[in-house]
């Protein structure tokens, strides 16, 4: 990885995953990038084209994929529990064929069960998938959520037992979106909050930031409402980001944008990044 963390976005691909895929890169200066390799508000699994997959691959860009909206690991409903599995499986496959670094998932929730049952069910179907991630395949990223619901795992202090109920598995990552943490009750306005958060982090999962999502968030600290900003136009403010490019123990990992708009506000987005970045 380079010494500097590498910035992008969230990809919306026409033509091919990696025509459309890298078009678009390049149209909003990004240097990483998230794909869908498969519908991500369905349960459809697209087989791919190993020309586009091969293509990507060559690119040697840092992907990522992110796993459809729908998975959950932890429900208490078998048909959501069988297709999530074979979701995932699917992602981590697709991902394994694209050259990508990683495989989003969201980490779920209990839904009308007890938590204990959920992350039994979440222990019980998630490890086979971990072991059978090749040795050259992208790792599984948890992303923690904003805390709505009956959510697994929302703030940093969660991801403990969660890791723990997984038998802290070598190819499970994270990933940490700062709209989500932000409303989850991690106050990112200042730069001890900021440090809090990340101290924490390396405290119970150290080495396993693989990704960040940038995204400032519509709503005040302790929301619990998932709703992305674009980049210093939110509750979170610009200078958490540039907080986040200089603490070790996110000063080398990726950041993504998932940031509403299209061309122009991405652009702008991961321009007002490189900034911050560079400064």
């Excluded at 959510?151 to 190819?171: I, K």
């Excluded at 929301?223 to 210093?232: A, F, T």
Aim: glycine share 10%.
């Amino acid at each position: 990885m380079s010494v500097t963390p590498s910035i992008g976005g969230h990809v919306m691909v026409t033509g091919g995953l990696a025509t459309g895929g890298l078009k678009y890169m390049a149209d909003i200066g990004a240097e990483m990038i998230q794909v869908f390799v498969s519908n991500p508000r369905g349960w459809a699994l697209a087989a791919g084209d190993p020309a586009q997959d091969a293509k990507l691959r060559e690119a040697g860009v840092p992907t990522f994929v992110h796993s459809p909206y729908l998975v959950n690991l932890g429900s208490p409903n078998p048909d959501t529990l069988e297709k999530s599995v074979e979701t995932v499986r699917h992602s981590l496959r697709r991902g394994a064929a694209i050259g990508a670094l990683g495989v989003v998932m969201h980490t779920g929730s209990a839904v009308s069960q007890p938590r204990d049952t959920a992350m039994r069910r979440l222990r019980e179907h998630l490890l086979p998938l971990l072991d059978e991630i090749p040795e050259d395949g992208p790792d599984l990223l948890l992303e923690p959520m904003a805390g709505q619901g009956q959510m697994l795992c929302a703030t940093v202090q969660d991801l403990g037992p969660y890791l723990d109920a997984l038998d802290f598995h070598p190819r499970a990552g994270i990933c940490l979106d700062t709209c989500h943490a932000f409303a989850a009750g991690h106050d990112l306005t200042t730069p001890a909050g900021v440090t809090e958060m990340l101290d924490a982090l390396h405290d119970i999962a150290p080495g396993r930031l693989k990704l960040i999502h940038a995204n400032d968030s519509k709503d005040v600290c302790g929301s619990k409402k998932d709703r992305h900003e674009n980049i210093g136009a939110g509750h979170i403010g610009a200078a958490a980001f540039a907080e986040l490019m200089r603490h070790p123990v996110s000063a080398h990992v990726p950041l993504c944008i998932e940031t509403p708009g299209k061309i122009d506000k991405h652009r702008e987005d991961i321009e007002l990044l490189k900034k911050l970045r560079d400064s």
